[in-house]
């Protein structure tokens, strides 16, 4: 998309969660992982599915501090945090 766009996203965001062809964003495994690993590369906003909320939530503090966590449901919500210059 943002190829097609000519719009980057920022070199600082993540996501992880599979979408649907329907545009629905669906929970995964492994979400402490994840989000070390994102820490570990200089990722600051991360995009989890609504679904793993609690998943994120129930981490220790030092995982979670300094990461900016957007839960997202559809690739709408996905669309807004990745190119936020596109949005009316």
Request: hydrophobic share 50%.
């Amino acid at each position: 998309i943002s190829l097609a766009l000519g719009v980057s996203v920022s070199s600082s965001l993540a996501m992880t969660g599979e979408v649907t062809i329907a545009g629905l964003v669906l929970p995964v495994g492994g979400i402490k992982e994840k989000a070390i690993a994102a820490k570990q590369a200089g990722i600051n906003t991360l995009l989890l599915p609504m679904a793993n909320k609690e998943d994120f939530n129930i981490l220790e503090d030092y995982i979670k501090s300094n990461l900016e966590v957007h839960f997202v449901t559809t690739y709408q919500d996905v669309f807004k945090v990745a190119f936020p210059s596109l949005n009316t």
